[in-house]
């Protein structure tokens, strides 16, 4: 690490750099593989945009991914719970910038919020993570989101829980008819 004039990094940089200030650059799919890694204990899965494809008329499978372990990162339990637990402190404790979406909620949600100051006197931007889980279960979804001068990242949490409520609803019975897309 260069920490002179002519590389334009200081010391100070690191420091903020730390605490997720100074010159970070994500985009918000490897936010996710973030949360997720966190999520799966310091496994990092590669990441795909579809489960798989299937035929118009859904009887047929074409294509589907499978899970694939790309790294892993051996993450200390007592570090692991510590992260976990700030994590869902956030979305289930009085103080947490997500408490008041998830106060209640009846999944377990771990986040994190971020802000991106802008010193353009515009509103910053905000990040938002998460991994949720039913309770007592494993997290099955992680959660990125990002957006422009939304003043604080608490306002992007109410879009996270349509996600994961959406996710979750697989599990809810339907009254949906079992045959749909078929004539006759």
Not at 35 to 41: G, L, V
Not at 131 to 147: D, N, T
Request: aromatic share 10%.
């Amino acid at each position: 690490l260069h920490t002179d004039e002519d590389t334009g990094w200081y010391k100070g940089d690191s420091i903020l750099a730390a605490i997720g200030q100074s010159e970070h650059r994500y985009t918000p799919i490897q936010l996710a593989v973030y949360a997720s890694t966190i999520a799966n204990k310091g496994t990092r899965m590669k990441c795909t945009f579809m489960n798989r494809i299937v035929s118009a008329d859904y009887q047929h499978l074409l294509d589907e991914n499978e899970p694939t372990v790309l790294s892993e990162l051996e993450i200390p339990d007592e570090a692991y719970q510590a992260v976990k637990e700030g994590m869902i402190k956030v979305s289930h404790e009085l103080g947490g910038t997500a408490y008041e979406t998830f106060k209640d909620y009846p999944i377990q949600v771990a986040s994190k919020t971020g802000t991106a100051q802008t010193f353009k006197n515009v509103s910053d931007n905000g990040a938002f993570v998460c991994f949720a889980a039913r309770k007592g279960g494993e997290p099955e979804i992680a959660i990125a989101l990002y957006g422009e001068k939304v003043a604080h990242p608490s306002n992007l949490v109410p879009v996270a829980e349509a996600i994961v409520n959406t996710y979750f609803s697989r599990y809810q019975t339907s009254n949906a008819p079992t045959n749909e897309n078929r004539i006759g």
